[in-house]
């Protein structure tokens, strides 16, 4: 991608955001794995792989941030482009290995039989990896007809995966017990919402934005749309499996 000359304001969000969310996923890690002690060995995969999720991110966002300082000098509140370009092809890698992890953790998490299980998170997986890599020639298209031939193709697994979330799901969903079934709901909405934030972004330069402005809109906007979807749901997920636990762990049959 070719860097665009932020202003000293522009580059200074950019960089604390970086910064913010490299730490908030690094955190996010360490909690979820040790928190594994306090889940059932039936949970135990969906917390493992909701650190994972994060790990992974909080790697690519370590990498985004050192990106992000070798395409700039910042000197006396002036920036100046270094030469070198700033990697944006961190996000898709990163997307491409974790989006299909979050779609799994909120299966495994359900406890659903092992067909469903399997059946569900290959369906999820390859749907949620199509998205992505339908996705990224458009990202980094040049023109914006090109940006929409591509978002728009993206857009066919992601309305399959919105379809899968609320209706096939759905069932799924109600018979899981009932003190976990707001929570799990909640999942499924905060994923849908995060989810349909990105889309929002990657739309930004049909709106005349151009330069440093679309450059800010889209790393603010990817940063917090993964925010809520990898720490945020993966918070969710360990909430759900400790409650199910605890649940089960006082007798309560889990529904099937």
């Known amino acids: 991608m070719e860097t665009a000359i932020v202003s000293p304001f522009q580059y200074s969000l950019i960089y ?9 996923m690094a955190a996010t890690t360490i909690f979820l794995w040790f928190g594994r002690s306090q889940v059932s060995a039936a949970y135990k995969n969906a917390v493992t792989i909701s650190g ?24 006396n509140g002036v920036v100046s482009a270094t030469g070198i370009a700033f990697n944006d092809a961190y996000r898709y890698v990163d997307w491409l290995l974790t989006v299909p992890l979050l779609l799994i953790e909120l299966v495994l998490v359900m406890r659903l039989t092992r067909e469903e299980t399997v059946q569900k998170g290959w369906r999820l997986g390859l ?15 040049s023109d914006i007809p090109t940006r929409a031939l591509w978002g728009t193709l993206s857009a066919i697994p992601f309305v399959y ?9 759905g069932k799924s969903i109600e018979r899981q017990p009932e003190a976990v079934r707001g929570l799990v709901k909640q999942a499924r909405l905060l994923t849908f919402a995060s989810w349909g934030f ?12 151009a330069g440093p402005d679309v450059e800010t809109v889209i790393q603010i906007g990817y ?24 649940v089960e762990a006082h007798g309560t049959p889990h529904a099937a």
Request: aromatic share 18%; proline share 3%; glycine share 6%.
């Open 16 to 24: 604390n955001a970086f910064s913010f969310t490299f730490a908030t």
């Open 52 to 75: 994972l999720v994060t790990a992974i991110a909080a790697y690519h966002y370590l990498r985004i941030f050192e990106s992000w300082e070798s395409a700039y000098h910042y000197v």
């Open 127 to 141: 749907a949620a990896a199509l998205m992505i890599v339908l996705g990224y020639p458009g990202e980094i298209a």
């Open 161 to 169: 995966i919105v379809w899968e979330l609320f209706s096939g799901l």
């Open 198 to 209: 990105y889309p929002i972004v990657y739309m930004a330069p049909y709106a005349n934005l």
């Open 223 to 246: 940063t917090i749309a993964d925010l809520i979807a990898k720490a945020g749901v993966g918070l969710l997920v360990f909430a759900i499996a400790a409650r199910k636990s605890e």
